[in-house]
T-cell receptor
Framework: GESVGLHLPTLSVQEGDNSIINCAYSNSASDYFIWYKQESGKGPQFIID?????DKRQGQRVTVLLNKTVKHLSLQIAATQPGDSAVYFC????????????FGSGTRLQVQP | ETGVTQSPTHLIKTRGQQVTLRCSSQSGHNTVSWYQQALGQGPQFIFQ???????GRGNFPPRFSGLQFPNYSSELNVNALELDDSALYLCASSPGTSAYEQYFGPGTRLTVT
């Protein structure tokens, strides 16, 4: 998998712009997806989740879009702020018992002031 | 803040030693899942504890074991430490055994020398 902090895909945006972070998932049987934000030295922080019976869900400044046809998930952050700089992970519940989360490759978001 | 706490925050051990990490779950959550996040990787599921019993396990050897107590707090024990065990160990609590709404603690950084 991709590295957190090492050789990560990086998205660099200007403060105030909108950010879109993409994630491809592998298991069409997964029915729950979460986006986490992880700052350096901290645990993953829950941002927003979506179930497979939905295509879109909105939170405060964030929107998650789910395209089950192509197994693609995206996180949109409106009016990106310097505090949004972090590594972002998508996760799915693809294990048989639906107990564990399987994390995708992380994306580093860098917000330029 | 998620209300999930972990101790210690950092730990240095020597190869072959044993280590115990601790996690207190968020109020109202009865399930604890443990993840290992190696440097440069996303978190990987180790196992889950519910009703004081292991309730699902990832691809980790038996020297990784755990406990859950009546107050839902949990311990992760690793025997015969190896250099590759160096990682950030995360616990996540949730209100049930499914992957829904897993909230992570800050993690314990383990270094094995």
């Amino acid at each position: 998998g991709e590295s957190v902090g090492l050789h990560l895909p990086t998205l660099s945006v200007q403060e105030g712009d909108n950010s879109i972070i993409n994630c491809a998932y592998s298991n069409s049987a997964s029915d729950y997806f979460i986006w986490y934000k992880q700052e350096s030295g901290k645990g993953p922080q829950f941002i927003i989740d979506i179930r497979s019976n939905m295509d879109k869900r909105q939170g405060q400044r964030v929107t998650v879009l789910l395209n089950k046809t192509v197994k693609h998930l995206s996180l949109q952050i409106a009016a990106t702020q310097p505090g949004d700089s972090a590594v972002y992970f998508c996760a799915e519940n693809r294990d048989t018992g639906r107990r564990a989360l399987t994390f995708g490759s992380g994306t580093r978001l860098q917000v330029q002031p | 803040e998620t209300g999930v706490t972990q101790s210690p925050t950092h730990l240095i051990k020597t190869r072959g030693q044993q280590v115990t990490l601790r996690c207190s779950s968020q109020s109202g959550h009865n399930t604890v899942s443990w993840y290992q996040q190696a440097l440069g990787q996303g978190p990987q599921f180790i196992f889950q504890y519910y009703r004081e019993e292991e309730n699902g396990r990832g691809n980790f050897p038996p020297r990784f074991s755990g406990l859950q107590f009546p107050n839902y707090s949990s311990e992760l024990n690793v025997n015969a430490l190896e250099l590759d065990d160096s990682a950030l160990y995360l616990c996540a609590s949730s209100p049930g055994t499914s992957a829904y709404e897993q909230y992570f603690g800050p993690g314990t950084r383990l270094t094995v020398t």
